[in-house]
């Protein structure tokens, strides 16, 4: 097996459904390695089945880090994310081994990697008034207002993503500047690893079958119990665990609001629109070199490559 650089990581990004927690694993049995989840869903503890979360198989193989940890009722942040991030990659680089970042939530991914913008704090008052009109108008209302003062926040967002939504108007309310402005006006162009990047693209239509199968696959395995589970440790629609999609879905079915058939279809279309946006996310992103699902030798083969000069 090839050791790592002490500096080295590995990224494994993209959108959903492409299969990079298995390649990721695929890669392990070749790298001396351990994989840290970069995927904002995965980090919450009762929904194991509904955000697709490493198999105690994969999980048997090598070390899996920052995957279900947070119980529904804690939201996080990039902030937090990149701190505890941060801890774990030190450590795995210090005992000789590659971390591989893998997920597809593009701001853990830049944030890490790159650093957050220096955004000033906002005050408690801004912050208590824009949490409040949250309760009363709801997460859609709000994505409503950030369209017209933030479109291009907005449009990366889910219009449910209540947390990130609050959080765009809060620094636009605090500096009179959008979310989005502050991103492009600090870039950090310049990596603080040394750092290799893989995306795995499908197209959408592609990726919709595949999409439908794993939901599918999800209902068989019992995710409609699981979120019955997390609803009797937390019966709170607001909270941050609730949020995700698939969660949010099945939550309606169990609270009589609609359909299994209802849920299944509205699970897919919002899944389908975030992968859309992962992708317009990634491509933007640079330094990221693009395979096809299914290349796993060739990127097997760059990585050890890699690790060897």
């Known amino acids: 097996m090839v050791c790592a650089q002490s500096s080295a990581i590995l990224c494994l990004v993209g959108p959903t459904g492409t299969g990079k927690s298995s390649l990721a694993v695929q890669i392990v049995q070749k790298v001396e390695a351990e994989i840290v989840n970069c995927d904002s869903r995965q980090v919450y503890a009762d929904f194991p089945c509904i955000t697709a979360q490493p198999s105690d198989e994969h999980r048997a193989r090598c070390p899996h880090h920052l ?18 991030a941060q801890e774990i990659i030190l450590d795995v680089q210090t005992r000789g ?3 591989i970042l893998v997920g597809g939530t593009g701001l853990y991914f830049r944030a890490l990697v790159y650093g957050l913008a220096p955004i000033p704090d906002i005050p408690p008052q801004i912050h208590e008034r ?6 009363e108008q709801g997460p859609e209302g709000l994505h409503r207002r950030l369209q017209e003062v933030d479109p291009e926040t907005a449009a990366r967002l889910h219009p449910r993503d209540r947390q990130r939504i609050t959080r765009a108007l809060e620094v636009h309310a605090a500096t009179h500047r959008p979310l989005s402005w ?3 006006m600090y870039p950090c162009d310049q990596p603080r690893y040394n750092t290799l990047s893989f995306g795995l693209w499908s197209d959408l239509d592609s990726l919709t079958p595949i999409l439908k199968e794993r939901i599918e696959r999800m209902w ?23 949020s995700g999609i698939g969660c949010w879905e099945l939550l309606q079915v169990l609270l009589g609001r609609w359909t299994a058939t209802q849920a299944q ?3 897919l279309k919002n899944t389908r629109a975030y992968a859309k946006r992962q ?14 699902p299914g290349q796993t030798a060739s990127m097997t083969d760059t990585v050890q490559s890699w690790l060897e000069q």
């Open 220 to 242: 068989a395995k019992g995710a409609l119990q699981e979120a019955a589970r997390a609803w009797q440790r937390c019966p709170d629609e607001s909270a941050p665990g609730w």
């Open 182 to 184: 502050w991103i492009r």
């Open 130 to 135: 824009i949490q409040t009109q949250c309760r």
């Open 265 to 267: 279809q509205e699970w």
């Open 67 to 84: 995957y279900g940890f947070l119980p529904p009722d804690q939201a996080i942040d990039a902030g937090r994310f990149v701190s505890l």
């Open 279 to 292: 992708l317009t996310w990634f491509k933007k992103e640079p330094g990221i070199i693009w395979f096809k």
């Open 97 to 99: 081994k590659l971390p």
